[in-house]
Nanobody, 123 residues
């Protein structure tokens, strides 16, 4: 059974940087596309970033373009979300997702989800 475990969340001041990572197990990591979703209190879950199996393609939410970068290391079964110039509106629980189909990552129908890690940006 595939498992995704996020780490690296925390509290940061606006304008600061933070990275969250996701470690995968129980699945051949290079066979799945990966992504990050987030959900803030009272808001719908939204796609933050996605990356193809080999890492050659990425997608970002308009709200994070130019500030966030998604990357992956298939040899280490990890995916990283580097977040710069953080804003209070980036505060949310961030979820790592995986799926064999990139389209399912983009549409929120991923087969595998982590439990999430809290990111809080203070103003």
């Amino acid at each position: 059974q595939a498992q995704l475990v996020e780490s690296g969340g925390g509290l940061v001041q606006a304008g600061g940087s933070l990275s969250v990572s996701c470690a995968g197990s129980g699945i051949r990591f290079s066979s799945v596309a990966m992504g990050w979703y987030r959900q803030a209190p009272g808001k719908q879950r939204e796609l933050v970033a996605a990356i193809t199996r080999g890492g050659e393609g990425t997608n970002y939410a308009d709200s994070v373009k130019g500030r966030f970068t998604i990357s992956r290391d298939n040899a280490k079964n990890t995916v990283l979300l580097q977040m710069n110039s953080l804003k209070p509106e980036d505060t949310a629980v961030y979820y790592c997702v995986a799926d064999f189909y990139y389209g399912d990552i983009l549409t929120g129908r991923s087969d595998y989800w982590g439990r999430g890690t809290q990111v809080t940006v203070s103003s």
